[in-house]
């Protein structure tokens, strides 16, 4: 029956007689996720901080307005009527909210949520183009005589003087050295009419070609080629070779001994491969490994960017594997190749169990299979036929 009613009933209520009946105590109702309500959550962690300092907390003054000086940088830009409108939005949202619900995600696949509008978006902004004033069509190089003089004046100039000044008068003739004759605007800010270059778009789908710079393997060019990453990508990732042992193929000449490895990499973002490789030699089998790891790297969904969607399993072969959810600050309670995948993926907080056969090489292909195969929030909810906000407080306490 429904508590609400009109203020004279509930008066009337209360000038009732109380009957002798004794009270039903209230029904426990189950929590259905793990994590704690958001009261009773203990502070998160913040790996950045020193050892003893105090963990920050958002507030609504981290979000100040605009002050004047903000404005007049964006009146350079914008338009009054842009400026209006930018205005008019941040007013629309509460400060309050933004500081209780709103959270930056880490992980290569978040969308941009804050704009300051203080950088240039090669798609959205138009590029700032230099004024034609400064075309010079007599501009010219200068000629080695020319260049030989200026270095004749600039000798002339620091005979005598003390090394630390002589040394600071021949930095700023290099800083300041020009290389054309004519207008300067025309040498520091040429303009160009040719078409500017294309935008790259951040997109893991888009494959752009890179230049081989400071990767020495061609085969691992090769893979950042294909996938889009970076040479600076890639040494941020944590590998890690996970099982190796020696197989040996039958044949008419013979057993021939190869080694086979299976390897690990991540991004610590969400990201996760698995790489299998097999050679005659050891650092053959390894590298081909970690290659085909980074390859096969894949997304894999974090619950709080620390740990996963509820209770998962998989099985491979004979090996069966169960992951399980668990609350902030419990730690990653596993085997040890569990371990390091969740290591490699970025996972905080989980707990796992492998039943029945134990191989290593399975357990590893089960658990990734098990964390690739989470539920969303929305899938729940398109399942059941409604909408995310009608699920997200029943299942994740309200955090998605």
Known sequence: MSGAGPGRCLLCRARMPRLSMPMRPPARTRWLHHSAPRAARPARRQAHLAPGAAPTTTTAADFPPYTAAQKARLAETYTAGQLAAIEAGEAAISREDLATQAEVREDGFMPQYLDDFADMHPIVDRAVQPPESNYDPALRYKTEDEIFADYAH?????????????EAAIMQFEAEQRWTVGKEAAERAPRSYLAPEMPRIKDPEVRYARERDGVADPAMFAVLRETGFT????????VKTLV????SNQTRLGKIQTI???SVAGDGHGLLGLGEGKAVEFPDARRQSLKNAVRNMQPVHRYEQRTIYGDVQAKVGASVVQIFARPPGFGVRCQQHIFEMCRCAGISDL?????RSRNPMNVVKATYAALRSQRLPEDIARGRGLKLVDVRKVYYGGQV
Do not use: K, S, W
């Not at 190796?244 to 197989?247: A, F, N």
């Not at 707990?351 to 039943?355: C, E, K, S």
């Open 154 to 166: 600039l000798y002339r100039r620091v005979d005598g003087l003390p090394d630390a000044q002589a």
């Open 231 to 238: 040479p600076q990508d890639l040494r941020r990732f944590r």
């Open 244 to 247: 190796i042992h020696e197989v």
């Open 260 to 262: 086979y490895m299976l």
């Open 351 to 355: 707990a796992a169990r492998t039943v």
